[in-house]
């Protein structure tokens, strides 16, 4: 006679656990268009570099975020297309370039659910775009000038910072020099939303949101200024925060 023995292996993440979103693409292999998720490596650098454990998050079904977030530290929400207006009832300016619907939804989605859990969040360009429309509030369609691809790892303005916000706690400055990779901005800001940082021009360049200090949102790439310590630090706060 055989006698089975259930082992039972316990994996124990000792670093924080932090997903970064992804969206759907067909990407070349060998001559053929395969599906993919995407995702830039440089914010797996910036968590890793932060002492946090990176992973990429599937575009999932709305429904799933909430079993999501219960097994993960935090967000990365990360950049790409524009938000699409419908999310927030505008019609479309034709220099808009819009997201898959999944994709949107997925996002939407999950930046809602960490603002209405409280769970850290690091929402980056499209990503503070759809934090700010998941909570009620509008996008500027366009704006010229702030798309400067040649200085994606270099100055390309300064934010004043609000000297009360928790951005400016983490950063340890209210005067941030950052770069520029964004056509489209907040608008209207949603419900509980703060704008915390701001360009020359006015447009806001980061948000938080009441009763929800561990979500932040910034316009800038931070993940390709982690070189500076001041950019590192959005990584290692949201490693961190617990």
């Given amino acids: 006679m055989i006698v089975g023995i259930a082992t039972t292996v316990l994996f124990r993440v000792v670093k924080p656990l932090i997903g970064i979103s992804s969206w759907r693409e067909l990407v070349p292999e060998e001559g053929i268009d395969v599906p993919a998720l995407v995702s830039h490596a440089s914010y797996a650098r910036a968590v890793e570099k932060a002492g946090g454990l990176a992973i990429v998050l599937p575009e999932l079904q709305p429904d799933d975020v ?21 999310n927030y009832d505008a019609a479309v300016d034709p220099r808009t370039q819009a997201a898959t619907a999944g994709r949107d939804a997925f996002d939407i989605a999950l930046a809602k659910r960490c603002a209405e859990r409280n ?5 980056i360009c499209r990503g503070v775009q759809v934090l700010n429309v ?17 200085q994606w790892n270099e100055t390309v303005h300064r934010v004043k910072v609000e ?58 790439h931070a993940e390709l200024l982690r070189h500076r ?9 949201l490693v961190g925060d617990s």
């Fill in 119 to 123: 769970r850290p969040l690091l929402a």
């Fill in 229 to 237: 310590p001041e950019q590192l630090a959005l990584f290692a706060n």
């Fill in 66 to 86: 909430d079993g999501l977030l219960d097994h993960i530290h935090g967000v990365v929400l990360v950049g790409g297309p524009d938000v699409g207006p419908a």
């Fill in 134 to 150: 998941a909570l009620g509030g509008t996008l500027h369609q366009h704006l010229d000038d702030h798309m400067v691809r040649d």
């Fill in 163 to 220: 000297p009360d916000s928790t951005l400016a706690a983490i950063v340890g400055t209210t005067d941030l020099e950052v770069n520029s990779l964004h056509h489209q901005a907040i608008a209207d800001l949603g419900e509980g939303v703060r704008a915390v940082a701001y360009a020359d021009d006015g447009t806001t360049e980061a948000i938080e949101v009441d009763g929800a200090p561990r979500v932040l949102g910034v316009q800038w």
